[in-house]
């Protein structure tokens, strides 16, 4: 079968998890008027992300303003109010709509594993992995050391929200009913599919 570049795939998200604790630490700067030209002070100034190093700052500030464009309006306004678990959900959704690699692995090993059995390992998600890079010349030109950034950076993500235990998939515990709405209001119910709450 003939390969294609198709470009749908990036590796970016190698360059931090969920990063909550950076989110959190940019509310100000989130909720102001000046985000794009306060983010990109924050590259230089480092006052309020935290993040040691300036190469570090460079890797992670553009992923930032990426999932940052991607939410849908007035969700930071949501974002601010739920408790910490919450929060790492609502960054979790960021992740699947930013990185079409993280939703792909997530849609095809994760949803399916729940449903036959619910583990989940390295090898499941490398299967996958190879199975994209056997038709996309884009990530068959990855490194090895990509790749299983990719695939451990997935796994540890699931297990800082809740939906794994190294182990095994899971339903969210204590989780409200009013987060899961605002998925629902804002006509994102697949997501509540992809946290194992629909079916």
């Not at 969210?172 to 709450?197: G, H, M, R, V």
Request: net charge positive; aromatic share 12%; hydrophobic share 40%.
């Amino acid at each position: 079968m003939m390969k294609v570049e198709s470009k749908t795939y990036d590796a970016n998200f190698t360059a931090g998890g969920l990063l909550l604790n950076e989110f959190k630490a940019l509310e100000s700067i989130i909720l102001g008027t000046e985000f794009e030209s306060r983010l990109q002070e924050e590259v230089e100034s480092n006052s309020v992300i935290g993040i040691a190093t300036m190469s570090a700052r460079k890797r992670i500030i553009p992923q930032i303003k990426r999932r940052h464009s991607i939410a849908p309006i007035g969700f930071w306004d949501h974002f601010f109010q739920w408790n910490q678990q919450e929060m790492k959900f609502g960054l979790l959704y960021l992740c699947f709509k930013t990185y079409a690699i993280v939703l792909d692995i997530h849609i095809e090993v994760a949803l399916k594993k729940f449903k036959t059995g619910n583990t989940l390992n390295a090898y499941d998600v490398q299967m996958r992995l190879d199975e994209i890079a056997s038709k996309d010349d884009h990530v068959s030109k990855w490194s090895v050391s990509t790749m299983v950034k990719i695939n451990a950076q997935y796994r540890r993500v699931l297990k800082d929200v809740g939906l794994y235990d190294g182990t095994h998939l899971m339903r969210p515990l204590k989780i409200s009913s009013t987060f899961w709405q605002y998925f629902e209001d804002i006509n994102e119910s697949w997501f509540l599919t992809a946290c194992f709450i629909k079916n």
